[in-house]
């Protein structure tokens, strides 16, 4: 992990394997995720205020002309690419390098790798990673439900070097559950996670399944 170095141009080993997994992470690489409590979009989940403030001026396009119009493999690949190939790299010229750069000048963040503070940024955003990095506060805790910037680190650092695969379409159903549901923190977090349902989620989601179940046969038998 230390030798996949990040510098300023969107080129080389370490800016692909972050690219790639960062899209493993967000959206399991479907370029076409929206997250019904966020609307955070696409392979990265950037979120709208993101897209408003800095994906439009930098790319003169719209959510929607990078997002895929139907199910299609071919869509799906050609939204999948234009997110990859298009946006990811002026996201990560003009906002995670220079991050990274400036993180690295102020000596912070020392026991962490270039392609671990790059993904706190994208979390949390510049102002709250930067406390993070010097107080270990993580603001992605304030809201119920959000995961700790330490697992998500840590999730991102599993996925280095497994991405790259075929960019897949939402599961047909009206909403994917996400176990990252937080509304972007106030330092501006480019982000919002939208994950594959996880087993604690499923879990939870059969306890409370069972204790309906349960109230119900009591309340039958109550009634006879």
Known sequence: MDSLRLGGKAEGEGYEKLRDALAVVESANRPGAVNEYTHASGLYQFIPKWWDKFAKK??????????????SQAELDRAGSEQKNILFPKYYE???????????KKGLAKNLSDIQVATAFHKLGARD???YFKTGFDASRGTKG???????????????????????AEPNRNAVASTNTSQPTSSGSP????????????ESNRDIM????????????RIS
């Open 146 to 168: 959000n995961e700790a910037i330490a697992d998500y680190i840590a999730k991102v650092d599993r996925n280095i070097g497994k991405g790259g695969g075929d960019y897949r």
């Open 210 to 221: 069972k204790r309906l179940m349960r109230l119900a046969g009591e309340l039958r038998d």
């Open 58 to 71: 930098e790319t003169g396009r719209d959510i929607a002309s990078f997002m895929p119009k139907d199910k």
């Open 129 to 131: 990673a930067t406390k």
């Open 94 to 104: 003009k906002e995670l390098a220079p991050f990274v750069a400036a993180t690295r």
């Open 191 to 202: 982000s919002s996670s939208l994950a594959a349902p996880t087993d604690a989620l499923e």
